[in-house]
């Protein structure tokens, strides 16, 4: 008997690592999620990936990090949430990002974080 797959939400998917995530993630078979900031704006490539990701069979999810309870939303959808935001900043904002990301996993109860920091 196949076991069921894990539905995966990947956060930073437009990035170098994320997008050969939910690329990896998609042809396993895994429903794949990918967060769509609100932040991303009018980022045509961005946008464009996501849309490409879209054709391949990912569902984008709309969330934003300065609105808790979207992030709380888009996590319960997945068993396993991969974070690839970039951590070229290492000492910047993309911390509290992270921070915000466990903050809405541990509200949304049974969800496991892979935490990637790309450099």
């Not at 998917?13 to 998609?26: C, D, E, F, N, Q």
């Not at 967060?35 to 490409?52: C, N, T, W, Y």
């Not at 949430?81 to 900043?89: D, K, N, P, Q």
Request: net charge positive.
């Amino acid at each position: 008997m196949e076991m069921e797959k894990s539905r995966v939400l990947v956060v930073g998917g437009t990035g170098y690592i994320g997008r050969r995530i939910v690329k990896a993630s998609l042809e396993a078979g895994h429903p794949t999620y990918v967060l769509q900031r609100a932040e991303i704006g009018l980022d045509i490539d961005k946008l464009q990936m996501l849309l490409s990701f879209k054709k391949q069979g990912a569902h984008l999810v709309e969330a934003s990090f300065s609105d808790h309870q979207s992030l709380v939303e888009a996590v319960k959808l997945a068993d396993v949430v991969i974070s690839a935001i970039s951590g070229a900043h290492i000492r910047s904002h993309q911390i509290l990002l992270q921070l915000k990301l466990v903050e809405a996993i541990k509200e949304a109860g049974h969800v496991k974080l892979l935490e990637l920091l790309s450099r």
